[in-house]
């Protein structure tokens, strides 16, 4: 079974930084986009970036010019750079694929955004 398990969340001020990694089980990983999404409090779970197996990226509006998505393939390993962080980037953050099905969900790693 493919398993997906996310790192680094934790509680920042505005303004803040914090890297996500999310470390995947199997070999497929250097095959498939990947993306990191985020479900806050009391709403639905989002895409908010991904990456192709080459490397181009898409981001949702809402985290353009802050976020940086990247994936080292040798590490079956995706991260998530997340700079000038706001209180509504606060949310629970899963990584899994867009494109590709039957990855199951990890826990997630919560993000709070607070002063």
């Known amino acids: 079974q493919v398993q997906l398990v996310e790192s680094g969340g934790g509680l920042v001020q505005p303004g803040g930084s914090l890297r996500l990694s999310c470390a995947a089980s199997?070999?497929?990983?250097?095959?498939?986009?990947m993306g990191w999404y985020r479900q806050p409090p009391g709403n639905q779970r989002d895409l908010v970036a991904q990456?192709?197996?080459?490397?181009?990226?898409n981001y949702a509006d809402s985290v353009k010019g802050r976020f940086t998505i990247s994936r080292d393939n040798a590490k079956n390993t995706v991260y998530l750079q997340m700079n000038n962080l706001k209180p509504e980037d606060t949310a629970v953050y899963y990584c899994?694929?867009?494109?590709?099905?039957?990855?199951?969900w990890g826990q997630g790693t919560q993000v709070t955004v607070s002063s």
């Open positions: 899994n694929s867009p494109t590709t099905d039957g990855l199951r």
């Open positions: 199997g070999s497929f990983f250097s095959i498939i986009t």
């Open positions: 990456i192709s197996p080459g490397g181009s990226t």
